[in-house]
């Protein structure tokens, strides 16, 4: 082994500081595609719910809408547990989630969808829009109104901390 010189620990003193840089700005990238990616789940999992419920009021069984919506809930809550391997109670979270962001929050689901907020910053708008409306009702158009404009400094922030 070598003993350090001046060189050497003028080189380190460089290098490890633009590898800790360039090892960040990675893990920033991969957060950005994880974001990315629960937007397009989100999409896929509202959609598999609509389709669902379709096809349950299709069927000659059908019991009304009030019953099929919900049983076609059920469906969809099971379904996503199994597959996600999750508790059902967070799979029927993760689906209210994603019909309210792509109902009610596109401009969220669109930030999520770029990677520019993370899953937890469109849990807190979600949250928020509920407290505000009441959950899970209010104007839609009132909800885009309110958070569609604040997502530029939510994504500045923490998501513990939203301004």
């Known amino acids: ?93 993760l689906v209210g989630e994603s019909r309210t962001l792509v109902a009610d929050l596109p401009a969220t689901l669109e930030a999520l969808g770029h990677g520019d907020i993370s899953y937890r910053h469109a849990e807190i708008v979600i949250d928020n829009a509920d407290a505000k409306t009441g959950s899970g009702g209010g104007s839609s158009t009132w909800r885009r109104a309110l958070f569609g404009g604040r997502l530029h400094s939510v994504a500045r922030t923490s998501p513990s901390r939203p301004s």
């Open 1 to 93: 082994m070598t003993p350090p010189t001046s060189a050497n620990a003028a080189a380190t003193d460089v290098f490890v500081p633009q590898a800790s840089a360039d090892l960040f700005d990675a893990v920033a990238e991969v957060e950005r595609v994880i974001a990315s990616l629960t937007g397009i789940r989100a999409r896929m999992i509202d959609r598999a719910h609509d389709w669902v419920r379709e096809h349950q009021a299709s069927l000659p069984t059908s019991r009304g809408p009030s019953h099929d919506r919900r049983f076609a809930h059920e469906i969809v809550v099971a379904e996503l547990a199994a597959v996600l391997r999750i508790p059902a109670n967070s799979a029927a979270r």
